[in-house]
């Protein structure tokens, strides 16, 4: 994100980066992340596009201030306070951001492509980098591990947010379940004989205890546990 944060001719007093920003979020919770412009920002603010052009030199590097705004606006766990508590934290940690994205459907889309352009990521990935490495890990496996984490979580709520319009809010759980266990229900069991049988935890594939499921053992396979 490039900012010009020196003062200049014109500029209205009351704009400042923070009020940018909150318009430039607003548009993207509302309408996502195709509807905002530089020129629609303004509009929200009551300014000509160039006080936009003042902070932010395009509209790539406002979406990146956005994401750096969402991402860092997610309630993360509180640090893992001993070597046994690696594993909790990490699951702690990807259920707070599955939790986080999934509350923002608007956004998810461009927090999965801007995530690397986001302060915030990168401060998160070298925290849970300095605690893999307290732990003992080599930086090598917890480069492999920390990105596998990313996949996981982030690969999870983009399938997951893909069931309903961003435009709609998120169905309630136990209804998206319903409607997925419609969905193999109506399957031939001829053709899908085994889907067939297991069609309850399929449609379970979007609950909290599959994504911990899965994130444990990702968790467990990859990270060393001794010193």
Same mark, same amino acid.
């Given at each position: 994100?490039?900012?010009?944060?020196?003062?200049?001719?014109?500029?209205?007093?009351?704009?400042?980066?923070?009020?940018?920003?909150?318009?430039?979020?607003?548009?993207?919770?509302?309408?996502?992340?195709?509807?905002?412009?530089?020129?629609?920002?303004?509009?929200?603010?009551?300014?000509?596009?160039?006080?936009?052009?003042?902070?932010?030199?395009?509209?790539?590097? $406002? %979406?990146?201030?956005? @994401?750096?705004?969402?991402? *860092?606006?997610? =309630? +993360?766990?509180?640090?893992?306070?001993?070597?046994? !508590?690696?594993?909790?934290?990490?699951?702690?940690?990807?259920?707070?951001?599955?939790?986080?994205?999934?509350?923002?459907?608007?956004?998810?889309? $461009? %927090?999965?492509?801007? @995530?690397?352009?986001?302060? *915030?990521?990168? =401060? +998160?990935?070298?925290?849970?980098?300095?605690?893999? !490495?307290?732990?003992?890990?080599?930086?090598?496996?917890?480069?492999?591990?920390?990105?596998?984490?990313?996949?996981?979580?982030?690969?999870?709520?983009? %399938?997951?947010?893909?069931?309903?319009?961003?435009?709609?809010?998120?169905?309630?759980?136990?209804?998206?379940?319903?409607?997925?266990?419609?969905?193999?229900?109506?399957?031939?069991?001829?053709?899908?004989?085994?889907?067939?049988?297991?069609?309850?935890?399929?449609?379970?594939?979007?609950?909290?205890?599959?994504?911990?499921?899965?994130?444990?053992?990702?968790?467990?396979?990859?990270?060393?546990?001794?010193?």
């Amino acid at each position: 994100m490039t900012l010009d944060t020196g003062h200049h001719r014109g500029r209205p007093r009351s704009l400042t980066v923070d009020a940018v920003v909150d318009a430039a979020t607003t548009i993207v919770e509302n309408q996502g992340s195709a509807a905002l412009t530089i020129r629609r920002c303004a509009q929200t603010l009551g300014v000509a596009p160039n006080a936009i052009y003042t902070y932010f030199r395009s509209k790539d590097a $406002l %979406l990146d201030a956005v @994401a750096d705004r969402l991402l *860092s606006a997610i =309630e +993360l766990p509180a640090e893992p306070t001993g070597d046994d !508590a690696l594993t909790d934290w990490l699951i702690d940690l990807g259920t707070a951001l599955r939790i986080g994205l999934l509350a923002q459907p608007a956004a998810t889309t $461009l %927090l999965s492509t801007r @995530a690397q352009q986001a302060n *915030s990521s990168w =401060e +998160l990935g070298e925290r849970i980098l300095r605690h893999m !490495a307290h732990r003992g890990i080599t930086d090598d496996d917890a480069v492999r591990a920390l990105y596998l984490f990313i996949v996981y979580v982030v690969g999870s709520v983009m %399938l997951e947010s893909a069931e309903w319009p961003t435009s709609d809010p998120v169905p309630a759980i136990e209804t998206r379940i319903t409607s997925r266990r419609q969905i193999v229900d109506a399957l031939s069991p001829e053709e899908f004989p085994i889907t067939r049988r297991q069609g309850k935890l399929i449609a379970n594939w979007i609950s909290d205890e599959q994504f911990v499921w899965g994130l444990r053992r990702i968790i467990t396979a990859t990270i060393r546990t001794e010193h």
